[in-house]
């Protein structure tokens, strides 16, 4: 077989391995799985890097297991957290878990046939008859508290590094998944856990479980990929709103485009590996022509145009590209072809007022619209100090103090846009 271990190293994926699992994923397809939190309702791209290891798997001809952690959602991972997490209730939880299958169904079609298709569990639907008794005397005794213990993810909450020490709740979390391995092992014949690297623990304890429960030669495996970081230490995943998810209702595509597009040369360098499945010459022709002419961006445009069309499709990132060219035109054409939903996109997070169509019948004057109908401006002052310093834009084209605005001004019978300077924009929705 062609050895997935290789390619996933080059690209900087591989943090930590088990002796012997890069020799079974090069003898035969090995069924391998991945744990995905519901902590939300859908993904984030923190959860790209686990995804694109399952496809990367299929791909190299293995079997990926994408699970769904119905039943540890319950309890909380305490890997890397300082804190006690708040416990879901059921109905968010089963929210969140149908969330993941749907985003999750989307890069893998678990309606597949064959030996190594991908499939999708729910770990909630083995653990939900478990009774305590029984998982105390079947799993609790397999592993000691000093194994437990020795785990950074517990040891570190325990000696005060960080947080305030760990309830029972979370203690038990290692074994829990440490049984979905040993579950998966026996029913799919699992072989493999993959994961960040703040999973070492968790996973380790998966395969020191099946090595305890499974019998005479049993053994599973354990490889996880480091946590991805941006260039200056800070996290990765987050824009100045937040999270960036893989779903347009939490994140727009236009959002999502424009945070690849906005990487930095170095991050550029390394994500263009991690998060495309463009093949190590074409990558490193990528980089070559990049260092040539770093001011035209050809990394940054090729990576938002990979990414974006991997988890939203050639037709969204097309409209995506067509709002950035309309964003950053001179003029008014390209935005006016924009449909509602996508404007509004390329103008979210700007502020927003309302005004009623009938104050634009006799025509609004400037002042009014940039202070007492929108609030845009603190005062009429304001409005005609700027208006006087050729400062204020409407529709992109430069306006004085007496200027009115009439119904003939409207983008696509329903909006303004005021402009003051070069970046600060203001929107203004007329009903």
Known sequence: MKNIV?????????????????EQLTKEPTATYIGFDPTADSLH????????????LK???????????????????????????????????????????????????????????PILVNNYDW???????????????RITVNYMMAKDSVKKRLNGEIGEG??????TYQLIQGYDFYHL????????????????????????????????????????CPLITKA????????????????????SVYKFYQFWLNTTDIDAEKYIKIFTFLGQEEI?????????????????????????????GEEELEKAIEASAAFFSPTMEALKKLDDKTFLEVFEGVPHAEIAMADLEEGLDMIAALSAKTGFLASNSDARRELKQNAVSLNKEKVGEDYKITQSDLINHKFLLLQKGKKNYYVIKVK
């Open 284 to 312: 490193e022709k990528l980089i070559a022509e990049h260092h040539e002419a770093p001011h035209l961006r050809v990394l940054q445009k090729r990576l938002a145009e990979e990414v974006t069309t991997f988890v939203h």
């Open 232 to 251: 200056d230490g800070s996290k990765f995943g987050k824009s100045e709103g937040g999270n960036v998810w893989l779903t347009a209702d939490k994140t």
């Open 59 to 117: 791909n190299f001809g293995h079997k990926p297991v994408a699970l769904v952690g119905g039943a540890t959602g319950m309890i909380g991972d305490p890997s890397g957290k300082s804190d006690e997490r708040n416990l879901l209730d059921e109905a968010t939880l089963n929210k969140n878990v149908e969330g993941i299958k749907k985003v999750l169904s989307r890069f893998l079609d678990f309606n597949a046939t064959g030996p190594n298709a």
């Open 185 to 224: 092992y026996k029913t799919h014949n699992c072989l493999l856990q993959m994961g960040g690297s703040d999973q070492w623990g968790n996973i380790t304890t998966g395969t020191e479980l099946i090595r305890r429960m499974g019998g005479e030669g049993a053994k599973a495996y354990a490889m996880t």
């Open 6 to 22: 290789e390619e996933l190293r080059w690209r900087g994926l591989v943090h930590d391995m088990m002796p012997g699992t890069e």
């Open 127 to 141: 653990m939900k008859d478990f009774s305590f008794i029984n998982f105390a005397r079947d799993v609790g005794k």
């Open 45 to 56: 791209i923190g959860s790209l890097v686990p995804i694109i290891l399952l496809v990367h």
């Open 166 to 171: 760990m309830s029972f709740t979370e203690f």
